[in-house]
C-alpha cells in the first residue's frame, strides 16, 4: 500500500489475518497429520504480507487474502501427503 505508514500497514496485515484465522484452524484441524496451525499462520504472513506491498485495491483485499491463503494451503497440503507417501525412510 503505497502512502501509508508501518502501523497502518501491520494493522492492515494483522486484519487479514484474522480474517483467514478460521480457515487455518479448519485446515489444521482436519489435516493434522500433515501440518500444524502455526505452520499454516507463518506462510498465510508471508503470503498476506505480500499482497499488501503488491498494491492491490483496498476492497479487493480480504478477497485476494482469502483466496491466496486458501490455494497456498492446499498446494502445502498436496505436497506434504504427496512427500509423505513417497518417504524412503517409512518401511
Known amino acids: 500500500m503505497s502512502g501509508s505508514t508501518n502501523v497502518e500497514r501491520d494493522e492492515l496485515v494483522l486484519s487479514l489475518l484474522d480474517y483467514v484465522t478460521p480457515l487455518l484452524r479448519r485446515y489444521a484441524a ?5 501440518v500444524s496451525f502455526d505452520d ?3 506462510e ?3 503470503h498476506i504480507m505480500k499482497l499488501v506491498d503488491a498494491d492491490i485495491p483496498a476492497q479487493e483485499l ?5 483466496n491466496r491463503v486458501r490455494s497456498r494451503v492446499i498446494d502445502k497440503l498436496k505436497y506434504l501427503r ?6 524412503l525412510d517409512t518401511p
Do not use: D, G, V, W
Not at 482436519?30 to 500433515?34: A, N
Not at 504427496?82 to 518417504?87: I, K, L, V, W
Open 30 to 34: 482436519k489435516y493434522y497429520h500433515f
Open 40 to 42: 499454516l499462520y507463518q
Open 44 to 46: 498465510a504472513c508471508i
Open 62 to 66: 480480504r478477497r485476494y487474502s482469502y
Open 82 to 87: 504427496r512427500r509423505t507417501h513417497q518417504s
